[in-house]
């Protein structure tokens, strides 16, 4: 059997495979009527403090059975996740209404204190069921705007109102048994179980496939609550209107939580219930920043087609042609490029830092390309909350291998095959990026700790990062240093002279040059940057990887292409330190490393075609 056959095959498989599995997320849970739903509670989240903090840590009703924590995965407590369970509870396909949750115990000092700092704060409390955020829908202008979770209250006319009525809505759809296995479960627990009869498995159920709340505040009858216990029904009608407020908080007064569900049958399926929460906001703002992109792209691929074509080939052309005697004569009247060849390849300053940020940048750009492809192929839903950080995390420190590699072979390219010194190298290489990015963790940590935000990183976390870091990151960094050390060097296609020529004076600094070609990558990035950040500050589901994964392969190509252009000025102009400035051309680590090794390849490729004694 052929590739082609076998690759066919296997999409074939793939393809196939999708119709019966569901591949990213959580999977269908069957609920028989009456089965019992609860909701679970995230930590509270601010657009504008950024700081998470725990649901309890306002005067909430707790669940009878007491607060308990969810199992999270690594992604989901360095997100600053903290789920646990809530006093919410519903049945299948049972509305009901009135429900009396619990009245708090009077408001102290700091707890009145507290609850007006979070609501001008403009918290919101988050809570899942089966795995679904709660969404609210509200009117602006004539548009419809969605929300994941609700605010704790509101301030109007300098009286602090708290949302103490939730109103609910559960859109439910009939569930379809697989013909090839009854999935059952959801992101937080999923066991796949072989299609057997049971008693009561020929029973109608449901899925639920969304989760909607209206937040309402409402002035109860201290009267008629006295001697209410949970979940008994509360002996007055309440009106649930959410553009009218009517419950002050005041210090030394209770509060009354009460709330209603109904259930509605809906035609989503359970493939599509998160389609809701993931619908593509301004999806032509993202074609025009490809097209920008491409614009660009286009612009800096026509330079770089003059430079190679009219210019590197004609001068190679007409000097091949020459006989021996016309090539001696004009060799002593070279210009531009040609006049630095004797020093174009001589050692830069502080080499082992340029081999060790390279071997860096190379790490981070492999774990981008190979997040974003799984994300944009579904792999990373965020049904599964937390994957998409755990898996950067796990490509990043297998990437550590690559990382080695690359800056123990430049490193040996530099010192024309020594292998002197190649261990520092690999180590420095595996503790740069990371002991910066702990460092930072660090400080940051302590400001969360000291705020007690569910943001802060658990103690024991820190420690699974360092094994992770030096049980697994530093060795596989080191073992690709080893390869890279055992492969043969790349070897200059001239030879450095032992003098260094010195640099004409130039008409600008060449470093303004470098910092204003910066601006070309981020042209490229910088709509796409701009829905990542607001995914991140305005706590939005991010999810057109497809585009992201399209950008990043433009921001690659701008990159090579803008350092590509800047090393051949340089050398035009008989400045032969390119080396460092190939780098920041494109700004940082990842974007530096690709202008670094396009102009590495391009200058090795220019110099090895012209023959110059």
Not at 148 to 173: A, C, D, S
Not at 301 to 329: C, H, N
Request: proline share 5%.
């Amino acid at each position: 059997m052929g590739h082609v056959e076998i690759w066919v095959l296997t999409m074939w498989v793939i393809f196939q495979s999708g119709y019966g599995f569901y591949l990213p997320g959580s999977y269908p849970h069957k609920y028989v009527v009456g089965d019992p739903l609860s909701v679970k509670v995230n930590s509270l989240t601010s657009i504008d403090t950024e700081m998470p903090f725990s649901y309890y840590s306002l005067p909430f009703c707790k669940p009878k059975e007491g607060v308990k924590d969810s199992a999270e995965n690594l992604g989901e407590l360095l997100m600053g996740d903290r789920i646990e369970n809530s006093p919410y509870k519903f049945k299948m396909y049972v509305n009901e209404s009135e429900i009396f949750l619990c009245q708090s115990k009077k408001l102290s000092a700091d707890d009145f204190k507290l609850l007006k700092k979070r609501i001008d704060e403009m918290y919101q409390v988050n809570l899942i069921l089966d795995n679904l955020p709660a969404i609210r829908y509200t009117k602006k202008e004539g548009f419809m705007l969605r929300w994941t979770g609700y605010p704790v209250g509101v301030k109007v006319q300098n009286v602090y109102y708290l949302f103490n009525h939730l109103k609910f809505k559960v859109l439910i759809h009939k569930y379809e048994e697989t013909s090839v296995a009854r999935v059952m479960g959801t992101g937080d627990a999923v066991e796949v179980m072989p299609t057997v009869t049971k008693e009561g498995s020929d029973m109608p159920g449901h899925m639920v496939v969304g989760f909607e709340v209206v937040p309402c505040s409402v002035v109860h009858d201290g009267n008629l609550v006295n001697k209410l216990k949970m979940y008994e029904k509360y002996q007055s009608p309440i009106k649930c209107d959410p553009n009218a407020v009517s419950m002050p908080i005041k210090e030394g007064e209770p509060i009354v939580f009460t709330y209603e569900v109904a259930f509605e049958e809906s035609d989503i399926k359970w493939p599509s219930r998160w389609d809701a929460y993931l619908k593509m906001e301004g999806s032509k703002v993202h074609w025009f920043s490809i097209l920008n992109s491409l614009l660009v792209i286009i612009f800096l691929a026509g330079i770089v087609l003059v430079i190679f074509l009219r210019t590197v080939r004609r001068d190679l052309t007409r000097y091949e042609e020459l006989d021996k005697e016309s090539q001696v004569q004009m060799n002593e009247e070279l210009s531009g490029w040609k006049l630095v060849v004797g020093d174009v390849f001589r050692a830069p300053s502080n080499p082992a830092l340029l081999c060790i940020l390279i071997g860096d940048g190379v790490q981070i750009l492999g774990m981008a390309i190979v997040t974003i492809l799984f994300a944009a192929l579904g792999f990373m839903s965020p049904a599964s909350r937390g994957t998409l950080i755990t898996g950067m995390l796990f490509f990043y420190l297998i990437l550590g291998i690559a990382a080695g590699y690359v800056a123990v072979r430049l490193w040996r390219t530099i010192g024309c095959g020594d292998h002197k010194g190649w261990i520092s190298v690999a180590w420095k290489a595996a503790c740069f990026f990371p002991g910066i990015a702990f460092l930072i963790l660090t400080i940051l940590n302590f400001l969360l700790w000291g705020s007690h935000s569910t943001g802060a990183i658990p103690f024991a976390v820190f420690v699974i990062l360092l094994l992770l870091w030096f049980c697994i990151s530093v060795p596989l960094t080191l073992l690709g240093g080893y390869f890279g050390a055992k492969a043969h060097h790349i070897e200059y296609p001239v030879r450095t002279n032992q003098i260094p020529r010195e640099i004409p004076a130039q008409k600008y600094p060449s470093w303004l040059l470098v910092l204003g070609a910066g601006t070309l990558p981020f042209g490229t990035l910088f709509i796409e940057l701009f829905f990542i950040m607001s995914s991140i500050w305005m706590g939005r589901v991010y999810y057109v990887f497809g585009f992201l994964f399209i950008v990043l392969i433009l921001l690659v190509v701008v990159c090579a292409e803008v350092s590509l252009v800047l090393t051949y000025m340089h050398l035009c102009v008989e400045d032969w330190k390119w080396w460092w400035k190939s780098f920041f051309a494109s700004v940082m680590l990842a974007t530096g490393t690709v202008g670094f090794l396009s102009s590495f390849w391009f200058v090795h490729y220019l110099f090895a075609s012209v023959k110059l004694d």
